[in-house]
């Protein structure tokens, strides 16, 4: 039991490690890149010539990170983005801690 | 001659894919500091000689095609993340280091991914840089020598290569580290997303026009991009306010 709670610590870890690493904060950002790189797998197997799809999507990703950033710092004077209300923790036992 | 021009060609060919390896080890440890980045290194390049000795010349037959896909959109939407925000801060607070500033607040965004203790991040980039370039190099070595049958020179020639560029880059370190964080990351990020971008859909099996030259001109792409986006941030920046103009 104590295995698979340190196993799925370690794991939590490691998709949290991943997710910080690849995506950060700019989920919008990645999913245009992705689906640039998928269209352009499409088009590839269409026998389009393709090579300028990926670099339109990735354009199109960068162009839409800076405008929001913009609008936020337009907005709030911060670029950092508003923080989530903090989660309920799933492990705590409230009526433990009293 | 022929042996020379062998020797030459493998050294010239490697040289290549070592400038990258060294761009990428060295923009990590800058701005992430050197401990992990060259544990990173130093990992990557004992897997590769696993690689390389435990296949031999059977690494001619490794699908690169897949490994370049995954590992160019990985560059790809790792590097964004730097440019973007690179570009960001330079439109905000210029290119160089805030007057007294230490510069740390110019890693905030890499300081906040950063795991307490031993820094992972740093340790995959550089081990994926290393391996990556390293298999071109070994694919390099392995093609060129396989025609000729002389694997010995080829192995020569690469190491040359790895010998002369990888101390030229470690001595270029000092001058490196004095560049502000955010001017390398803005132009490490320009070259993982030019890379990401050549080998993700290289792999995906893309015919890229001018070959391997395809990658200047990716560089040159994406910079121009970088740099009209910055005039343009620059150019509609809203003023800071005024402690009196601060909403309360």
């Given at each position: 039991m104590m295995f698979l709670a340190l196993s799925y610590r370690y794991l939590k870890r490691f998709v949290v490690f991943w997710k910080e690493f690849l995506i950060g904060d700019d989920w919008w950002g990645a999913g245009i890149v992705l689906v640039g790189l998928g269209l352009t797998y499409l088009a590839v197997h269409e026998?389009?010539?393709?090579?300028?799809v990926p670099i339109v999507f990735v354009i199109a990703s960068l162009a839409q990170n800076l405008v929001r950033a913009h609008r936020r710092v337009a907005r709030t004077g911060s670029e950092a983005q508003p923080a989530a209300p903090p989660k309920p923790s799933g492990d705590a036992d409230p009526g433990r801690r009293r | 001659m022929h042996t020379l021009f062998l020797i030459l060609t493998v050294f010239l060919a490697a040289a290549v894919e070592v400038v990258e390896m060294v761009t990428i080890v060295v923009g990590v440890g800058v701005t992430r500091g050197w401990r992990a980045t060259m544990a990173g290194a130093g990992s990557g390049l004992l897997v590769l000689a696993v690689i390389i000795g435990g296949l031999g010349t059977a690494l001619?037959?490794?699908?690169i095609g897949v490994l370049r896909a995954v590992v160019g959109a990985l560059l790809l939407l790792f590097g964004l993340q730097w440019l973007r925000k690179a570009v960001f801060r330079i439109s905000q607070t210029?290119?160089?280091?805030?007057?007294?500033?230490?510069?740390?607040e110019e890693d905030e965004d890499l300081e906040g991914a950063r795991m307490p203790g031993f820094d992972w991040t740093a340790f995959a980039l550089s081990f994926k840089g290393v391996v990556l370039e390293g298999l071109e190099v070994a694919f390099v070595v392995v093609a060129f020598s396989a025609a000729t049958k002389k694997l010995a020179l080829g192995i020569i020639g690469a190491a040359a290569a790895f010998v002369i560029v990888g101390t030229a880059g470690v001595f270029a370190r000092r001058y490196v580290e004095g560049i502000p964080a955010k001017a390398l990351k803005f132009a490490v990020g320009i070259l993982l997303v030019s890379f990401g971008t050549f080998w993700g859909a290289e792999g995906l099996g893309v015919e890229w026009p001018l070959g391997d030259v395809a990658i200047l001109v990716l560089i040159s792409v994406y910079l121009l991009v970088a740099w009209a986006a910055l005039a343009l941030l620059r150019a509609t920046r809203p003023a800071p306010a005024s402690p009196q103009e601060r909403p309360r």
């Open positions: 026998n389009v010539a393709a090579w300028w | 001619q037959y490794v699908p210029g290119w160089t280091k805030p007057p007294g500033g230490s510069g740390a």
